[in-house]
Every structure is written in C-alpha cells, then in structure tokens.
C-alpha cells in the first residue's frame, strides 16, 4: 500500500483554505474530483469535516490534526528520511520539533524534520557542525504555503502539529502550540 501523500495535500489545503468548495480543493490540490470527493466524504464520517452542499470545512481542528498525524505516521514508515547533521536554512523547510525552535519553543531543532524538494538539496546542507535532522525529499506542494519564520520556512501548521504527534511529541508542548496557531486562525 502507498503513504498516503496524496491525501495530505487534502489535509494542507483545507488547513489553509478553511471553507473550500469540493471542485476548487480538487483543482488546488492537483488531484481528481472524484478522489478528493471521496476523501472528502472520509473525513466527514470521521466527523472532523462538514460537507454542506459541496463546500468542506474543518469542524474541529484538533480532531483534524490527529487524523492527520495517524496517516502523517503511516508516511513515515514509509518514506525513509535521511539522517545527517544540517544546518537549517531559508531554503527547505522546518518541521515537528524543529518548527518550534524557529517560533523559540524549544532550544535545539536536533530530531526534527526538514523538508526538501530534491534529494539533491539534502545531501548540500549537509554539516559537520549542524543538527542531527530527519530529512525527507517531499512533494512540493507544502512549499506553496510555507510560512516565514524569523529567517526560517515552516509548512503549514497544522502539518507542523501532525509531525509533532507522529514524532511523538509529548501532549503539554502539542497543546501550547495548538492553542497559539489556532488563537491566530491557524496562520
């Protein structure tokens, strides 16, 4: 069976978009209508989204994120990272605990996740004197709503949240930053 990498594109779009008609998240996401209708439909017997006339929005955010983190797991057995000493720049993205020490929530990214478009650019941030990161050559798609953070770059948060619970992140920290992103409408 795939990673379900696809069906994260569903999970980063309606994060960001909010209320979406089905027909624009299909065309947001790249993917065909009938797939996203019917992930759609999932996650509404799931109970984290609202279907209401062909416009999907998130009914509970925290629901959503664990759902989220579940298959964000299923990725991560999958897609093997590649585990080198980095230093983290403007150019990939900082994810799971390495997204809390951009925002100064913990003092060292050590353990976390960057992001990379190419498996190219992994091996050039490669450093003798960096931090020891999870990195992952990963859809592109996560880039197009990439957040600036002091001089760093972080997805969307809701994917940051679901990398800390599939990191295993213990609860106190997840439920501070749940709170401040969705205080500030998930931006």
């Given at each position: 069976?795939?990673p379900?990498?696809?069906?994260?594109?569903?999970?980063?779009?309606?994060?960001?978009?909010g209320?979406?008609?089905?027909?624009?998240?299909?065309r947001?996401?790249?993917?065909?209508?009938?797939?996203?209708?019917?992930?759609?439909?999932?996650?509404e017997?799931?109970?984290?989204?609202?279907n209401?006339?062909?416009?999907?929005?998130?009914?509970?955010?925290?629901?959503?994120?664990?759902?989220?983190?579940e298959?964000?797991?299923r990725?991560?057995?999958?897609?093997?990272?590649?585990?080198?000493?980095?230093?983290?720049?403007?150019?990939?993205?900082?994810?799971?605990?390495?997204?809390?020490?951009?925002?100064?929530?913990?003092?060292?990214?050590?353990?976390?996740?960057?992001?990379?478009?190419?498996?190219?650019?992994?091996?050039?941030?490669?450093?003798?004197?960096g931090?020891?990161?999870?990195?992952?050559?990963?859809?592109d798609?996560?880039?197009?709503?990439?957040?600036?953070?002091?001089?760093?770059?972080?997805?969307?948060?809701?994917?940051?949240?679901?990398?800390?619970?599939?990191?295993?992140?213990?609860?106190r920290?997840?439920?501070?930053?749940?709170?401040?992103?969705?205080?500030?409408?998930?931006?």
């Amino acid at each position: 069976m795939r990673p379900p990498t696809r069906r994260e594109r569903i999970y980063i779009a309606l994060w960001e978009l909010g209320k979406v008609r089905v027909a624009e998240l299909s065309r947001v996401v790249e993917l065909k209508y009938p797939y996203v209708h019917r992930e759609v439909r999932r996650l509404e017997k799931q109970g984290v989204v609202v279907n209401n006339a062909g416009t999907a929005e998130i009914l509970d955010r925290k629901a959503f994120v664990m759902l989220w983190a579940e298959d964000k797991r299923r990725i991560f057995e999958r897609v093997k990272p590649v585990r080198v000493k980095v230093i983290p720049s403007p150019q990939v993205l900082l994810s799971g605990s390495a997204a809390l020490w951009a925002i100064g929530k913990v003092l060292s990214p050590a353990g976390g996740i960057v992001y990379a478009r190419k498996p190219e650019e992994a091996l050039k941030l490669r450093s003798k004197r960096g931090y020891v990161l999870s990195v992952y050559a990963y859809d592109d798609f996560a880039f197009r709503f990439a957040k600036a953070v002091r001089r760093f770059r972080v997805p969307p948060w809701g994917m940051v949240l679901a990398d800390l619970l599939a990191q295993g992140m213990y609860t106190r920290l997840f439920e501070e930053v749940f709170e401040e992103v969705v205080g500030n409408g998930g931006d």
